[in-house]
């Protein structure tokens, strides 16, 4: 069982920053990423980073957020700048192995002033 230990969230005033952490219980991944879910909607994808380090983003957050990761802790980072009202969710931390999902209990971000 691997577990993923997210951190960072919180509330945040628009076109400011937050950075969100994800700690896995495990080295060796397929790919680690952050997913959303905002109020009334579906989960969606934020952005992923394989274990060859191919990164992808949604469109909504090309340019603004950035993925990345530190192999000696274990841990996926999701650098958030240029924050808006719309980014307001639930974020969660996903782990893909040998074609098994693994999430993260989720941490709120809140865009708001």
């Known amino acids: 069982q691997v577990q993923l230990v997210e951190s960072g969230g919180g509330l945040v005033q628009p076109g400011g920053s937050l950075t969100l952490s994800c700690a896995a219980s495990r080295s060796t991944f397929d790919a680690m990423g952050w997913y959303r879910r905002a109020p009334g909607k579906q989960r969606e994808l934020v952005a992923v980073i394989t274990s060859g380090s191919l990164i992808s983003y949604a469109d909504s957050a090309k340019g603004r957020f950035t993925i990345s990761r530190d192999n000696a802790k274990n841990t996926v980072y999701l650098q958030m700048n240029s924050l808006k009202p719309e980014d307001t969710a639930v974020y969660y931390c996903?782990?893909?192995?040998?074609?098994?999902?693994?999430w993260g209990q989720g941490t709120q971000v809140t865009v708001s002033s």
């Open positions: 996903n782990l893909r192995y040998a074609a098994v999902l693994y």
